[in-house]
């Protein structure tokens, strides 16, 4: 069955860095288009950023725009999103998908605050 297993959030101040990844089973993850989500507490989940199975297109939130890099790894089934300069407003889970599957996995918490 599809799996989705989000990594490497944590608790980093205003203006660092930091890399979630996503390892994908399932599925033939070098096929599909990849999506990073975020939900913020009392908001809805939103689109952050996307990159379509070559890797060749790439598409990001206003908000995150200029910050977050998402890329991928098709040998390693792998998905990431480099956060830079990150800000308190980014604070989220953050969840990784398969655009063409409705599964998620269980996220992981980004907490950006001094």
């Known amino acids: 069955q599809v799996r989705l297993v989000e990594s490497g959030g944590g608790l980093v101040q205003p203006g660092g860095s930091l890399r979630v990844s996503c390892v994908a089973s399932?599925?033939?993850?070098?096929?599909?288009?990849m999506n990073w989500y975020r939900q913020a507490p009392g908001k809805e989940r939103e689109l952050v950023a996307s990159?379509?199975?070559?890797?060749?297109?790439?598409k990001y939130a206003d908000s995150v725009k200029g910050r977050f890099t998402i890329s991928r790894d098709n040998a390693k089934n792998t998905l990431y999103l480099q956060m830079n300069s990150l800000k308190p407003e980014d604070t989220a889970v953050y969840y990784c998908?398969?655009?063409?599957?409705?599964?998620w996995g269980q996220g992981t918490q980004v907490t950006v605050s001094s």
């Open positions: 998908k398969a655009a063409s599957f409705p599964y």
């Open positions: 399932g599925f033939t993850f070098s096929s599909y288009t």
């Open positions: 990159i379509d199975s070559p890797g060749g297109t790439i």
